[in-house]
Structures are given as C-alpha cells and as structure tokens.
Nanobody
Framework: QVHLVESGGGSVQAGGSLRLSCAASAAINMYSSMGWFRQAPGKAREALAGIDSDSIITYAHSVKDRFSISQDNARNILFLQMNNLTPEDSGMYYC???????????????????????WGQGILVNVSS
C-alpha cells in the first residue's frame, strides 16, 4: 500500500505564501496523475491542481494565477506553491494519486473523489485576514 504524507501547512496572513509537500512512499511516476485538493469546513472537496505522468498540468480557475504544482520524481515528492493567499483558501489540503485519470480529468472531471487510488491524510492551512 502506497502512502502519501502532506506537510508544509500552517497559519499565514492574507497575502502570504505557503509551500505544501506531499511525500510518497513509492515512485510517483507510476501514477497517471497526482493532484491537490482542498476542503473547507462545511464545503465539498475541491480539486485545485493536477499533474500527470506526461507533466501536463491542470489548474482550477480559482487558483490558476496563484498556485503552482510541481513534482520531484527523484525524491517522490509533489509540491504546491501557494501565493497571495486569502482567507477563502483556508481548509484541509489533501494530495491524491490515481492510476488512470489524466490531470485534466483529475481536476475537471465529474467523479466520486473516493474512487481515487490513494489519498494523503490532509494538512491544515489557515489564512487570517
């Protein structure tokens, strides 16, 4: 069983930046895609950014100009650089991986998130105004 562990969350003031990391216990290039998701209290889980095995990247419109996803295949780590954060960006952030979906499908597709192959445990981001 592959494990994903997020780190880098915490509290930051509006306008600040955070860099999230997702460390995988196995090679990440075996997945069709990996991505970042966010869930705010009382809201549905939201897909934010995905990258697939061909390095094609897809962003949700809400974060396209502020967030940047990248991966380090040598160290099996997925990153999410988040800039110009607002209180609306607060929530639990999760990384996930799937063996079949492209990054576009991962971020823009209509599917049950529970069907993704692997999820991290999540990490909290709190942005204060």
């Amino acid at each position: 069983q592959v494990h994903l562990v997020e780190s880098g969350g915490g509290s930051v003031q509006a306008g600040g930046s955070l860099r999230l990391s997702c460390a995988a216990s196995a090679a990440i290039n075996m997945y069709s895609s990996m991505g970042w998701f966010r869930q705010a209290p009382g809201k549905a889980r939201e897909a934010l950014a995905g990258i697939d095995s061909d390095s094609i990247i897809t962003y949700a419109h809400s974060v396209k100009d502020r967030f940047s996803i990248s991966q380090d295949n040598a160290r099996n780590i997925l990153f999410l650089q988040m800039n110009n954060l607002t209180p609306e960006d607060s929530g639990m952030y999760y990384c996930a991986a799937d063996f079949s979906l492209s990054s576009r499908a991962l971020i823009q597709g209509d599917y049950d998130p529970k069907t993704l192959d692997v999820w991290g445990q999540g990490i909290l981001v709190n942005v204060s105004s």
